[in-house]
């Protein structure tokens, strides 16, 4: 195992690199993890933190109230985890939050995870608000990270002000370009919002073809209560289908259908104008489950098969119950065998059916 990077200890000192604390554990591929639909799972999200510096609107309340930070799994324990997922056939990790590089220490977790790329493991990525991307793009391209998704969905200061509440979008823009100055492909993750972003599409997608920065499109989904006492009817008032957008794109650029796939649910398109790569995420509008390959692991080390579904296996409990991975690993593959088939998000009858009371925040973005 490679010591971590020079200068990547976090503030307030004293934590050792992960590497060089977490236990040793076999690296022995083992049978890959399908599902009940004979689909294979090589894909994990990992929730590393509940916390944020934003608080978007569409994700979250104002006034969120947090874990407990000693209900964390800690970083080691993450390690764990992960590692065991890959062993089983894992072969994409993407770390998420909340927003994860608020996480103390969280570089000693990258650098960690480096030791299993190429070892079973073809990529590690993130998706982050972009906040803390000036600071940590240097020791995360070091640590492997070649990809990073940012969430940005309006290039207009007081609206990303508005939005996100606490977010200054200057700083975003800085992150951007330290993650391409440290040579990593970034995306735009950018939520379609009804009577918010509608008259910024061409904005966004012609600022992202000068930026050469890919960019997709996500349907604002049912997920938490954000304190305003809707019941989802906030969701259904910012829902904007990804149809009717594409179809907006298609009236200035010519779409050309890609068979292109990056292990997630998008699907994409090419203007042919530009020749950019244009991504919808569609869990509305077009149920993309039959080839869904990826489940969601909470900072808590609870694992959710479906972001649509409540059902969710705690592997907690076998982590610290053994030094062993078995448990861990058992546990891993009946929770597997109960991943559903779909989700339930539904607005066509306009109210927001299958919404799960769970936040974004905590399932992981």
Same mark, same amino acid.
């Given at each position: 195992?490679?010591?971590?990077?020079?200068?990547?200890?976090?503030?307030?000192?004293?934590?050792?690199?992960?590497?060089?604390?977490?236990?040793?554990?076999?690296?022995?591929?083992?049978?890959?993890?399908?599902?009940?639909?004979?689909?294979?799972?090589?894909?994990?999200?990992?929730?590393?933190?509940?916390?944020?510096?934003?608080?978007?609107?569409?994700?979250?309340?104002?006034?969120?109230?947090?874990?407990?930070?000693?209900?964390?799994?800690?970083?080691?324990?993450?390690?764990?985890?992960?590692?065991?997922?890959?062993?089983?056939?894992?072969?994409?990790?993407?770390?998420?939050?909340?927003?994860?590089?608020?996480?103390?220490?969280?570089?000693?977790?990258?650098?960690?995870?480096?030791?299993?790329?190429?070892?079973?493991?073809?990529?590690?990525?993130?998706?982050?608000?972009?906040?803390?991307?000036?600071?940590?793009?240097?020791?995360?391209?070091?640590?492997?990270?070649?990809?990073?998704?940012?969430?940005?969905?309006?290039?207009?200061?007081?609206?990303?002000?508005?939005?996100?509440?606490?977010?200054?979008?200057?700083?975003?823009?800085?992150?951007?370009?330290?993650?391409?100055?440290?040579?990593?492909?970034?995306?735009?993750?950018?939520?379609?919002?009804?009577?918010?972003?509608?008259?910024?599409?061409?904005?966004?997608?012609?600022?992202?073809?000068?930026?050469?920065?890919?960019?997709?499109?996500?349907?604002?989904?049912?997920?938490?209560?954000?304190?305003?006492?809707?019941?989802?009817?906030?969701?259904?008032?910012?829902?904007?289908?990804?149809?009717?957008?594409?179809? *907006?794109?298609? %009236?200035?650029?010519?779409?050309? /259908?890609? &068979?292109? #796939? $990056?292990?997630?649910?998008?699907?994409?398109?090419?203007?042919?104008?530009?020749?950019?790569?244009?991504?919808?995420?569609?869990?509305?509008?077009?149920?993309?489950?039959?080839?869904?390959?990826?489940?969601?692991?909470?900072?808590?080390?609870?694992?959710?098969?479906?972001?649509?579904?409540?059902?969710?296996?705690?592997?907690?409990?076998?982590? *610290?119950?053994? %030094?062993?991975?078995?448990?861990? /690993?058992? &546990?891993? #593959? $009946?929770?597997?065998?109960?991943?559903?088939?779909?989700?339930?998000?539904?607005?066509?009858?306009?109210?927001?059916?299958?919404?799960?009371?769970?936040?974004?925040?905590?399932?992981?973005?």
């Amino acid at each position: 195992m490679r010591p971590a990077a020079r200068g990547s200890m976090p503030r307030g000192g004293g934590v050792p690199p992960l590497s060089r604390r977490a236990p040793a554990h076999s690296f022995a591929r083992m049978e890959p993890l399908i599902d009940p639909f004979a689909r294979r799972i090589d894909y994990l999200r990992i929730s590393v933190t509940d916390r944020c510096d934003f608080r978007c609107t569409y994700c979250m309340s104002e006034h969120m109230t947090f874990l407990p930070k000693r209900d964390l799994l800690t970083l080691e324990e993450l390690d764990r985890l992960c590692s065991a997922f890959v062993r089983m056939g894992v072969r994409k990790l993407r770390i998420t939050g909340g927003e994860p590089l608020v996480r103390r220490g969280i570089m000693t977790f990258f650098e960690a995870m480096s030791r299993n790329l190429g070892a079973g493991l073809d990529e590690l990525t993130l998706t982050t608000n972009g906040s803390q991307l000036d600071r940590f793009a240097q020791p995360l391209a070091a640590a492997g990270v070649r990809r990073v998704n940012v969430s940005l969905d309006t290039l207009d200061p007081e609206k990303f002000k508005t939005i996100t509440r606490w977010g200054a979008l200057p700083k975003v823009l800085r992150g951007i370009d330290a993650a391409r100055a440290a040579g990593m492909r970034v995306k735009i993750n950018a939520v379609a919002l009804k009577g918010f972003n509608e008259a910024e599409l061409f904005d966004l997608t012609d600022w992202a073809a000068r930026e050469d920065l890919d960019l997709t499109f996500i349907e604002v989904m049912p997920m938490g209560d954000m304190g305003d006492g809707t019941d989802g009817t906030l969701r259904l008032d910012q829902y904007w289908p990804l149809k009717d957008l594409r179809a *907006r794109l298609a %009236e200035r650029y010519t779409l050309t /259908e890609l &068979a292109h #796939r $990056t292990g997630g649910p998008a699907r994409y398109v090419r203007l042919e104008e530009t020749g950019q790569q244009i991504g919808f995420i569609t869990p509305l509008t077009h149920n993309f489950c039959e080839s869904c390959n990826r489940v969601r692991l909470t900072c808590t080390g609870q694992l959710y098969m479906c972001l649509g579904q409540e059902d969710m296996a705690d592997l907690r409990a076998p982590l *610290r119950a053994s %030094e062993s991975d078995a448990p861990l /690993e058992d &546990a891993i #593959r $009946t929770a597997i065998a109960r991943k559903p088939k779909g989700h339930d998000f539904d607005y066509s009858r306009q109210r927001a059916d299958g919404q799960v009371s769970r936040h974004m925040s905590h399932t992981g973005g």
